[in-house]
């Protein structure tokens, strides 16, 4: 993006956000196109065998995965080829 505050704009009429930082209805739209239809947050719970499969978009990832007491963050790339993560837990 080229900006986003109509105080710091090239282009105030495109800015995201009004001069008092209110949301501008285009703002609206990103927000709700990256944090919530391209946003990929997933809770699960394994299966039997301990295994989830689920897909996402391209990008960059944080898994949290939750054992009894241990938390383990793995950071992952998610490509076009996909992507398995085998998590071991002691």
Not at 44 to 51: H, I, L, S
């Amino acid at each position: 993006m080229w900006g986003f505050w109509e105080g710091r704009h090239w282009f105030p009429s495109a800015a995201l956000y009004r001069m008092d930082w209110s949301i501008k209805p285009n703002g609206q739209i990103w927000e709700d196109l990256v944090f919530k239809k391209w946003w990929t947050d997933i809770k699960c719970v394994t299966d039997r065998n301990g295994e989830y499969r689920t897909q996402g978009f391209l990008g960059d990832y944080e898994i949290e995965v939750h054992y009894k007491d241990e938390v383990k963050l793995i950071p992952i790339t998610l490509s076009k080829e996909g992507r398995r993560v085998e998590v071991i837990i002691d």
